[in-house]
């Protein structure tokens, strides 16, 4: 059953810890990216990664970390340095970045910091 | 950056109806997506145009887009209940960072039974 799945569901912080939010896809896919979506504004990109080992930073990377080690999996590290990390976030795949074809995402992590 | 502006950015329509949704984007695009996001969950892709393509069917949509205006509109005909969600639209631009899509806010349709 191929697909791509974010864990957990829910994720609470306390302030100043570090948390990461999984993302895993079975769809070999090239692409992978991190989106978050605030009430009313819409998805913004916050990194993407096109090749495995490499990732760039989207419009709202400060305070947010990510690696590539394996093309399965795009693991996004919510840090201390991130203010005001309460929001949805969602993980996304595509098979080639350049080419124009649909992405494919999670169900997504609520982040709320508590 | 937020390149896609959807418009209205709510609906309420009844059942049956038609709906009828707008984006509107800045910069030139290889090709707009519309997407598809029920309540606290993911997007799920509904339906991609080329930029040399000005119209395109999928079941019971039908977008278009005008590249001269900049802009790609979305029709529901016939709607249901379950089409009760938010429509986004994502843009990939000509010549900007590979793969990036662009998403607009969103319009948040309702439709009553």
């Known amino acids: 059953d191929g697909g791509i799945t974010q864990s957990p569901k829910y994720l609470f912080r306390k302030e100043g810890q570090n948390v990461t939010l999984s993302c895993e896809q079975n769809?070999?896919?090239?692409?992978m990216y991190w989106y978050r979506q605030d009430p009313g504004q819409g998805l913004r990109l916050i990194y993407y990664s096109q090749i495995v080992n490499d990732f760039q930073k989207g419009d709202i990377a400060e305070g947010y970390s990510v690696s590539r080690e394996k093309k399965e999996s795009f693991p996004l590290t919510v840090t201390s340095a991130q203010k005001n990390p309460t929001a949805f976030y969602l993980c996304?795949?595509?098979?080639?970045?350049?080419?124009?074809?649909?992405?494919?995402f999670g169900q997504g992590t609520r982040l709320t910091v508590v | 950056s937020q390149q896609g502006e959807e418009d209205p950015q709510a609906l309420s329509i009844q059942e049956g109806e038609n709906a009828t949704m707008n984006c509107s984007y800045k910069t030139s695009i290889n090709n707009l997506q519309w997407y598809r996001q029920n309540s606290g969950r993911g997007l799920v892709h509904l339906i991609l145009i080329r930029s040399n393509e000005r119209e395109k069917h999928s079941g019971r949509l039908r977008v278009t887009l005008d590249t001269s205006k900049k802009s790609s509109s979305l029709l529901i005909t016939a709607s249901r209940a379950a089409d009760t969600a938010s429509y986004f639209c994502?843009?990939?631009?000509?010549?900007?960072?590979?793969?990036?899509?662009?998403f607009g806010k969103g319009t948040k349709l309702s439709v009553k039974p």
């Open positions: 994502a843009t990939e631009n000509y010549g900007g960072s590979q793969g990036n899509l662009i």
């Open positions: 996304a795949s595509s098979f080639r970045s350049w080419a124009g074809t649909e992405a494919f």
């Open positions: 769809l070999n896919h090239d692409a």
